[in-house]
């Protein structure tokens, strides 16, 4: 079984808004039961707290739920615990890293470079883009999903 952990700042909306798509996707393709999805946060900030209403309301239109899904920080121990952890933007690979401390087994990557993209993805929490953050974020998923059906 694959495990891929998405990550951003918060874990309110970007990295679950990739979680949920992603396991969409799978379930689509009837890969749910071979690839384990999860999201967490690089800070404490909204640890415990819900998706934030402008995900959960894109994800909704798309008739995806994210229930029951709260804000979690990402621990050390979760590097050997996923193959894939991933960031949306420089900074989260970078505060990633804080929390690892080395990335030996090259696991750490941005989402959108699984589109064969560099950039990050905005976090619309500045932004208020939730468009916008839903076709990066798409376009990344698409990616990776293709990189673990080779």
């Known amino acids: ?5 998405f990550v951003c700042h918060g874990n309110i909306c970007r990295s679950p808004m990739a ?4 396991k969409d996707l799978l379930k689509k393709e009837g890969l749910s039961e071979y690839v384990y999805v999860a999201s967490a946060a690089t800070s404490f900030e909204e640890i415990g707290n819900p998706v934030h209403r402008g995900t959960k309301q894109k994800l909704a239109e798309l008739g995806i739920s994210v229930a029951g899904k709260t804000a979690v920080h990402m621990e050390k121990t979760d590097y050997g615990k ?5 960031g949306m933007d ?14 030996p087994e090259n696991k750490v990557s941005k989402l959108l470079s699984f589109a064969d993209e560099d950039g990050d993805i905005a ?3 500045y932004t208020g883009d939730f468009d916008a953050t ?10 990776l999903l293709n990189r673990i059906k080779e």
């Open 134 to 143: 839903y076709r990066d974020v798409l376009r990344g998923c698409k990616g």
């Open 90 to 103: 420089s900074i989260n690979i970078r505060n990633i890293m804080r929390i690892i401390g080395d990335d």
């Open 1 to 5: 079984m694959q495990k891929i952990l």
């Open 82 to 86: 996923y193959d894939f952890i991933i």
């Open 19 to 22: 979680e949920f798509v992603m």
């Open 123 to 125: 976090d619309p929490w």
